[in-house]
């Protein structure tokens, strides 16, 4: 019992930070139809902006990882409009830039940190104690953080005039250019936005583990599992279908190992991909 | 109707085109000879050959439109197919040569009638899925693959004494075999598989209206291309002695690809183009690795978006503007 | 003798929205049919339904007494079922020539099979430019086989389009609005072409809007609305039906 809540809390934080990632994933390839094989490079520059801010110049760690956030953010805008506007309409195209893109920023980040692993230290020390269950504080942190973040970017796309548009742009950009909607604009924001989640991620994650510049290859291939089985375009089937891969795989993995638990997370995917191309909740387009 | 229209069917080469192409394969296979066989030169060409031909395949699969990202591992299930039954079954290393390619081919003939039904972004994907699956498989039965530490002691070619046991051997036999996937390739697409590629392109259902089997056709070429690869798989193996699975990931399917569209993805001589520019790279690059990848992706990314048909496509529109002068 | 062509119960639906809804009918031999009806009606379905393009939701298409069921679409050309469609479709960039002799390659190489063959090669590509010739002549473009499709006017890639489907061996066509976008000569003239494959041996069906053409070419018509089959009858039938007149508020019958 206890090792179930123990192993729940990390898929639980797993997921979320997954589902981060995924929602950033997802709204780029609803919106923009491109599959960003770079995204997991962001929330690697997540992680190292975390790295320069908190590690290294002594900033405290919230306003660090909102900074964070915010300059990649920004960041994605820039790349959006120099790189990826140009292959609007075209799938192929836009997939292929995306894996020199990873290549560059992978082998950036390389020159300037080194290829060694680095480490950013705990925000928080410590746990907290309910009976036999220690639950660390830095885990309950990025869950907390996270669980916000996916409130606000919730509130975001339901409740505010830029979260509509977005969603209008998403079901036809046709119609919303016509209803005067810039759609160009609303690419470079999803864009940006997309990269400030996978960002935030990062961020959150660089003082659990440690840092390199390979870590968002990782990170993508869940991401992409995940929005595959939620449905390509989908937010809430993102959310779902990341709690969903998360538990899995720290069932199977407790019980087997890692490879196995991938490798069954592929096949599914496979399995998804050829039956219900649209995922499980998603738009057939 | 002009008479030429008839013999656009089968257009053989002209007398002078086939000189061209013997004189080719005389240089490409000789000229070691003329410069003493310098090994690390050789050990650069003989990659160049393998990851040539891989790249020459993957052109077959982007001919059809489609962006296969499993075939690093089709390049690993030739490569370990042939090494398994060449050191643990015993057979020869020319038979197992020949079974990896089938092996591989089997593999797309399988899962081809279903993956060949869709296409675009989701064709991608769903190769890049089976494509992790195939190398995590040769990861965990280590039994069988070797898992992480790899698969060592493979037997090398030589062809029952054919070929001479030096490096230059190597290269004799995955040059010829490069050649042959060149002109092989290359005469099939100037016959019907270039017409009904191109036609395909161009207007499918017109092609499915006058009778023709699309998806039959698309299934026999990623049979083809998966052939080519788990050939060159096994022409690496059996030159390399030892693989491991991080050589036939997700990356040697994008290298391929990027071959294809460095050179101009268009044609086959694009792709090997694209092979004789990125594999040295590395080779040459040793001590500055991270340099190099950088470099790398920033002028590939000035490469897609500057000159989006490749080297040789840039080299034509210099040629034809040329021209078009005089 | 079993009519040429057999529509029993088809439907197709999309959702909740039924695009065919039950329609029968038969095409016996030598029958010119044309199908008619507003937009909308589900005529460009129901040809989607008899080729094999799109599947029926349920109902059985039969082809000279055989079910086509199951069939891929490429399959039901080669029986000798094919279509020509609405839009203009050639390929570029290759003379006129060419595009009837890809059309008829496309039909005697039809799968890998067919293609990786040594010994049938040489005779099927013979046969294929025999077919292409054939169809050249038939629709009198012998003096254009060398000129390149794109750059023909639009009714003559209309023309080259019904030569394609000729190269394709067909034992019936089903043409798909061949007149759209014609002006009066052109439409004369395809008129003409029509009436001499049909008394060549082709079994045809017609969907058109033009109630001339249709009136001049066809004995019996098929009248669809709302994806239903409103009636079906003999062209002076059809003409003169109450039902059909309001389906098209006079305005098109009037015409003819």
């Known amino acids: 019992m206890q090792l179930a809540i123990q192993i729940s809390i990390i898929a639980l934080m797993s997921a979320f930070v997954y589902a981060l990632v995924a929602l950033g994933f997802t709204l780029v390839f609803g919106i923009l139809r491109i599959v960003n094989f770079a995204h997991g490079e962001f929330y690697m520059l997540g992680a190292y902006a975390v790295y320069v801010f908190y590690g290294q110049l002594g900033w405290p760690y919230l306003p660090a990882i909102a900074a964070s956030a915010l300059v990649v953010g920004l960041f994605g805008i820039l790349t959006e409009r120099i790189l990826f506007r140009r292959f609007a309409g075209d799938e192929m195209g836009g997939m292929i830039m995306s894996l020199a893109l990873a290549i560059t920023l992978q082998a950036a980040v390389s020159l300037i940190f080194s290829v060694d692993e680095h480490s950013v230290a705990r925000p928080v020390e410590g746990a907290i104690e309910l009976g036999r269950i220690f639950l660390a504080k830095d885990q309950l942190l990025v869950v907390a953080v996270t669980l916000l973040a996916l409130a606000a970017f919730y509130a975001l796309i339901e409740k505010t005039r830029l979260g509509i548009t977005i969603r209008a742009v998403a079901q036809d950009r046709e119609v919303a250019l016509l209803q005067g909607v810039r759609s160009w604009r609303i690419m470079a924001l999803t864009f940006g936005l997309a990269c400030m989640l996978a960002a935030l991620a990062g961020a959150l994650m660089a003082p659990i583990y440690t840092i390199h510049p390979y870590m968002g290859e990782l990170v993508v291939v869940k991401a992409f599992i995940i929005v595959v089985l939620g449905g390509l375009g989908s937010l809430p089937g993102a959310v779902a279908a990341a709690l969903i891969l998360s538990f899995t795989e720290a069932i199977a993995a407790t019980f087997y190992n890692a490879t196995v638990a991938t490798m069954l997370s592929f096949l599914i995917v496979i399995a998804v991909l050829l039956v219900r191309p649209a995922g499980l909740m998603g738009r057939t387009s | ?326 | 003798m079993a009519a040429m062509l057999e529509v029993q119960s088809l439907s197709r639906a999309y959702g909740g929205i039924r695009a065919v809804d039950d329609v029968s009918f038969s095409v016996a031999r030598g029958v010119l049919t044309g199908v008619i009806g507003p937009n909308g009606a589900g005529k460009t379905t129901l040809f989607n339904l008899i080729s094999g393009t799109v599947r029926p939701t349920s109902g059985v298409v039969l082809l000279d007494g055989q079910p086509l069921a199951g069939l891929s679409a490429g399959a039901v050309a080669r029986r000798g079922l094919v279509r020509t469609f609405q839009m203009t479709t050639v390929f570029a960039n290759c003379s006129v020539w060419q595009n009837l002799y890809r059309a008829a390659l496309f039909r005697q190489l039809p799968t890998p099979a067919a293609l990786m063959n040594p010994f049938t090669l040489k005779a099927r590509r013979e046969r294929a430019a025999a077919a292409a010739s054939s169809a050249l002549e038939t629709v009198g473009m012998q003096a254009l086989a060398d000129a390149d499709a794109g750059s023909l006017a639009y009714g003559q890639q209309k023309v080259l389009g019904v030569g394609m489907a000729l190269a394709a061996a067909p034992r019936m066509l089903l043409m798909d609005e061949p007149a759209a976008g014609l002006n009066p000569v052109e439409t004369e003239a395809l008129g003409d072409l029509i009436a001499r494959v049909h008394a060549s041996g082709i079994d045809i069906i017609l969907v058109e809007h033009d109630m001339q053409m249709v009136m001049r070419l066809c004995r019996r018509i098929v009248v669809l609305v709302n994806g239903r089959l409103l009636a079906e009858g003999d062209a002076a039938e059809i003409r003169d039906n109450p039902q059909v007149i309001e389906a098209y508020l006079g305005a098109d019958l009037d015409n003819a």
């Open chain 2, 1 to 326: 109707m002009s008479a030429l229209s008839i013999s656009q069917s089968a257009p053989r080469l002209g007398p002078l085109r086939m000189l061209a192409a013997f004189l080719l394969a005389a240089a490409v296979l000789l000229w070691p000879l003329a410069f003493g066989q310098p090994k690390f030169l050789l050990h650069i060409a003989i990659m160049i050959a393998i990851y040539g031909a891989l790249a020459m395949s993957m052109n077959l699969m982007l001919r059809i439109g489609q962006l296969s990202l499993a075939h690093g591992a089709l390049f690993g299930i030739g490569a370990y197919a042939s090494a398994i039954l060449s050191r643990d079954y015993g057979w020869p290393v020319e038979l197992s040569f020949v079974a990896s390619g089938l092996i591989a081919a089997l593999v797309a003939l399988v899962t081809g009638p279903v993956f060949m039904r869709i296409k675009g972004v989701h064709f991608a994907l769903l190769t890049f899925a089976l494509g992790e699956v195939l190398v995590l498989c040769f990861v965990e039965f280590s039994d069988i693959f070797g898992g992480n530490n790899g698969f060592g002691q493979i037997p090398a070619a030589t062809l029952g004494g054919l070929l001479p046991p030096t490096r230059y051997g190597s290269y004799l036999l995955t040059a010829s075999f490069a050649l042959a996937v060149y002109f092989g390739l290359g005469a099939l697409y100037r016959r019907e598989l270039g017409i009904i590629t191109e036609s395909i392109h161009q207007n499918e259902a017109l092609v499915t209206a006058s009778g023709f089997e699309t998806l039959q056709f698309r299934v026999a070429v990623f049979a083809l291309s998966a052939a080519i690869a788990g050939w060159s798989g096994s022409l690496y193996a059996h030159y390399q002695g030892y693989i491991s699975p991080d050589s036939f990931g997700f990356w040697t399917a994008v290298n391929a690809i990027i071959m294809n569209v460095l050179g101009g993805a268009a044609t086959l001589t694009g792709a090997v183009i694209g092979a004789v520019i990125l594999i040295p790279l590395p080779e040459l690059l040793r001590d500055q690795q991270q340099y190099q990848r950088l470099i790398y992706g920033l002028t590939l990314m000035a490469l897609l978006l500057f000159m989006p048909r490749g080297l040789l496509g840039l080299a034509r529109q210099v040629l034809s503007s040329l021209r078009g002068r005089s």
